[in-house]
C-alpha cells in the first residue's frame, strides 16, 4: 500500500527554522499534487502549503506565506517544507497529503495521508 512518511519535526525556539521531509513509498506520487496540512490541539486542519506535480504551481496560506517554502524533488519522491521565523502558533502537527488533482488538494480531499510530525515552537 502505497505511504506518506514525514520526517524533520521537533522541539524550537520562536525565530528558528526547520525542514519537514514527506518521503512517498511509490514514484506514482511523482505525478501527484503534494501539499502539507496542520492541526493544533482544538483546532480545524488547514492547509498550509501545496505544490503541483510539475513543481510549477504553489499555494500558501496567508499565516505562512512568506516564511514557508514548499518543494518537491521527484526524482526521490519526497517534498520538502522549509519552515523560517517560526512563531509559537505553528505549532501543531504536521500532515503530508497527496493527490493526482492539485484542487482536490487544495480543498483537502487527499486521497493520501502521512501519519504526521509534531512542530512544537517556544516562545
Known amino acids: 500500500q502505497a505511504q506518506l512518511v514525514e520526517s524533520g519535526g521537533g522541539m524550537v525556539q520562536a525565530g528558528d527554522s526547520l525542514r519537514l521531509s514527506c518521503a512517498a513509498s511509490?514514484?506514482?506520487?511523482?505525478?501527484?499534487?503534494m501539499g502539507w496540512f496542520r492541526q493544533a490541539p482544538g483546532q480545524e486542519r488547514e492547509l498550509v502549503a501545496a505544490?503541483?506535480?510539475?513543481?510549477?504551481?504553489?499555494y500558501y496560506s496567508n499565516s505562512v506565506k512568506g516564511r514557508f517554502t514548499v518543494s518537491r524533488d521527484n526524482a526521490k519522491n519526497t517534498v520538502y517544507l522549509q519552515m523560517s521565523s517560526l512563531k509559537p502558533e505553528d505549532t501543531a502537527v504536521y500532515y503530508c497529503?497527496?493527490?493526482?488533482?492539485?484542487?482536490?488538494?487544495?480543498?483537502?480531499?487527499?486521497?493520501?495521508w502521512g501519519q504526521g510530525t509534531q512542530v512544537t515552537v517556544s516562545s
Open positions: 497529503a497527496a493527490d493526482p488533482s492539485f484542487g482536490g488538494l487544495v480543498r483537502g480531499n487527499s486521497g493520501y
Open positions: 511509490e514514484r506514482t506520487f511523482s505525478r501527484y499534487a
Open positions: 505544490i503541483r506535480w510539475t513543481g510549477g504551481m504553489t
